[in-house]
């Protein structure tokens, strides 16, 4: 099989690690399969010291990811369907898969960027809610639709979306169901922009290109810090920025970027 055939694309650029869910005609649904490769992506992506962001998309122009797969993934983890390949097994075996493929219960200080390029449904969003910028086609919606199937959101929803929008939004979402425009999530805080279609993939990689050539070390402890905080008091929350800041004033990058600014040249930071 071609890599450009596998359900999921793993690419890395100058720095920036791409992962593309490519099951265009399943509306990128979560297969056992693209969750193991996800999972495992995602950890070479957090111990490759060479890549500094990523970006998270989906093939065509339908849906970012709709979610579990409702004809593989979730019959399997009911019991309903046994297990027929390595995929399914593993997925079984070890239960670290899917908060891994999700970013759940996942340390990870390296910034993602979602590019949404269509419909971004149930475990779909609740992966986007890990994210740390999310730019999104016109035309994508969002929703957490588990409980129309006698379901609930079980990879990150229940905590981070109450969190990150007002609480009343987040409880008409989880408990009816019914999806988001576009509009409506940029004007709740859930997105940060909206483009055409056509320039969703071009708006993603200028934005990771500027944080890939930022130091790395300053943008892990920013990413660290602001996740850790989240929840604390004001006095605990800055003792972690003072930690942070302790680790970035101590590195050679922290000399680095001042001194090329003096020297009128680019700054080469080397994540030391």
């Given at each position: 099989m071609n890599?450009?055939d596998?359900?999921l694309?793993?690419e890395?650029?100058?720095g920036?690690?791409?992962?593309?869910?490519?099951?265009p005609d399943?509306r990128?649904a979560?297969?056992p399969?693209?969750?193991?490769?996800?999972?495992?992506?995602?950890?070479?992506?957090?111990?490759?010291?060479?890549?500094?962001?990523a970006?998270?998309?989906?093939t065509g122009?339908?849906a970012?990811?709709?979610?579990?797969?409702?004809?593989?993934?979730?019959?399997l983890?009911t019991g309903?369907?046994?297990?027929?390949?390595?995929?399914?097994?593993?997925?079984?075996?070890?239960?670290?898969i899917?908060?891994r493929?999700?970013?759940?219960d996942?340390e990870l200080?390296?910034p993602i960027?979602a590019?949404?390029?269509g419909h971004c449904?149930?475990?779909?969003?609740?992966t986007v809610?890990?994210t740390?910028i999310?730019?999104?086609?016109?035309?994508?919606?969002?929703?957490?639709?588990?409980v129309?199937?006698g379901?609930?959101?079980?990879?990150?929803?229940l905590?981070?979306?109450?969190?990150?929008?007002?609480?009343?939004l987040?409880m008409?979402?989880?408990?009816?169901?019914?999806?988001?425009?576009?509009e409506?999530?940029?004007?709740?805080?859930?997105i940060n922009r909206?483009?055409?279609?056509?320039?969703?993939m071009?708006?993603a990689?200028?934005l990771a290109?500027?944080?890939?050539a930022?130091g790395p070390?300053?943008?892990?402890?920013?990413?660290k810090?602001?996740?850790a905080?989240?929840g604390?008091?004001?006095?605990e929350?800055?003792?972690l920025?003072?930690a942070?800041k302790a680790?970035?004033?101590a590195?050679?990058?922290?000399?680095e970027?001042?001194r090329?600014?003096?020297?009128?040249r680019?700054a080469?930071f080397?994540?030391?």
């Open positions: 890599a450009s596998l359900p694309i793993y890395k650029h100058d920036v690690a791409l992962l593309r869910i490519n099951r399943a990128n979560i297969s399969e693209v969750a193991c490769r996800l999972a495992d992506a995602l950890t070479d992506f957090a111990d490759d010291d060479a890549l500094r962001v970006i998270l998309t989906g122009d339908k970012f990811c709709s979610g579990g797969d409702l004809a593989l993934t979730l019959p983890m309903a369907r046994a297990p027929q390949d390595q995929w399914d097994r593993r997925l079984l075996d070890d239960p670290e899917m908060s493929s999700a970013l759940r996942f200080n390296k960027i590019a949404i390029n449904m149930a475990g779909g969003m609740e809610l890990a740390d999310r730019i999104a086609a016109e035309h994508a919606t969002f929703a957490l639709p588990e129309r199937r379901l609930i959101p079980f990879a990150g929803a905590v981070r979306l109450p969190r990150q929008v007002p609480y009343c987040a008409e979402m989880l408990l009816v169901g019914q999806p988001l425009s576009a409506a999530a940029r004007e709740a805080g859930l909206i483009v055409p279609q056509d320039a969703l071009d708006t990689w200028d290109r500027k944080i890939a930022n070390i300053a943008v892990q402890e920013v990413k810090t602001v996740l905080a989240s604390r008091t004001l006095q929350g800055y003792a920025e003072d942070a680790r970035v004033m590195s050679e990058d922290a000399r970027g001042p090329a600014f003096m020297e009128k680019p080469v080397r994540g030391k």
